[in-house]
């Protein structure tokens, strides 16, 4: 059974960086975490970026394009996500997601099959 869980959410002023971190319970395929989403009360879950196998090819919505960067840890059942310049706006609750569907969008939901329970990010202005 994969299991995922996030770490590095916080409170941090706009400008600020975090450092999110995605760890497997497993080092398999199925269980490795390739994506990022975040969600806030209300709204839909929203695709932030993913990366390709081995780690190769990253995704990054148009909203944080140039602000994150998503990286595969070694081993490779961990996933970061380096938020720097952060907005009001990214204030979420953030989950890291394993198991793609082959061929699916990056940024629905529905194409991943696990999810963490989400770390909280909160930017204050």
């Known amino acids: 059974q994969a299991q995922l869980r996030e770490s590095g959410g916080g409170s941090v002023q706009a400008g600020g960086s975090l450092r999110l971190s995605c760890t497997a319970s497993q080092v398999t395929n199925n269980a490795r975490p390739v994506a990022w989403f975040r969600q806030i009360p209300g709204k839909e879950r929203e695709g932030v970026a993913g990366i390709s196998f081995g780690g190769t090819i990253p995704h990054y919505a148009e909203s944080v394009r140039g602000r994150f960067t998503i990286t595969q840890g070694d081993p490779p059942n961990v996933l970061y996500l380096q938020m720097n310049n952060l907005e009001p706006d990214d204030t979420a609750m953030y989950y890291c997601?394993?198991?793609?569907?082959?061929?699916?969008?990056?940024?629905?939901?529905?194409?991943?099959?696990?999810w963490g329970q989400g770390t909280q990010v909160t930017v204050s202005s």
């Open positions: 997601a394993a198991d793609r569907r082959s061929g699916g969008d990056w940024f629905l939901p529905a194409t991943y099959s696990f």
